[in-house]
């Protein structure tokens, strides 16, 4: 039996199903057993154990969420680098270049992000 012949990835598509069935069985059996009484106290917010003060709902700087985008796509830059690490002996001078024309994209994704201003706090 060859390795890329359809019965191969029997196991997968069983292990799929088995899956996937847990989490409907699992989902529609709380929703069937579980406790369907709404009050108010019930549906009022919990945190632990503090009164509830005003409103959540206030507006938050675009600034925070931009950071925080840029700081995920920046770290996981990083992840892509530990293939190389790991191989860049075998991959000689065209892995190398794949690196440096990697990190050259990011680099100016970074330079516009510094050029637009998404760094400056003060504005």
Request: aromatic share 18%; charged share 15%.
């Amino acid at each position: 039996m060859s390795m890329s012949s359809p019965s191969s990835y029997l196991p997968i598509v069983i292990q799929t199903g088995v899956a996937i069935g847990f989490v409907a069985l699992a989902l529609g059996l709380s929703h069937m057993l579980g406790p369907k009484r709404k009050t108010t106290q019930k549906d009022e917010t919990f945190e632990c154990g503090i009164e509830m003060q005003g409103n959540a709902r206030f507006p938050v700087s675009v600034k925070y969420f931009l950071t925080a985008i840029l700081f995920v796509l920046f770290d996981v830059e990083v992840i892509f680098f530990y293939p190389y690490a790991v191989n860049f002996k075998e991959m000689g001078v065209e892995g190398f270049v794949a690196v440096v024309s990697f990190v050259a994209l990011f680099l100016a994704g970074f330079i516009y992000v510094w050029k637009k201003g998404a760094f400056e706090w003060e504005k």
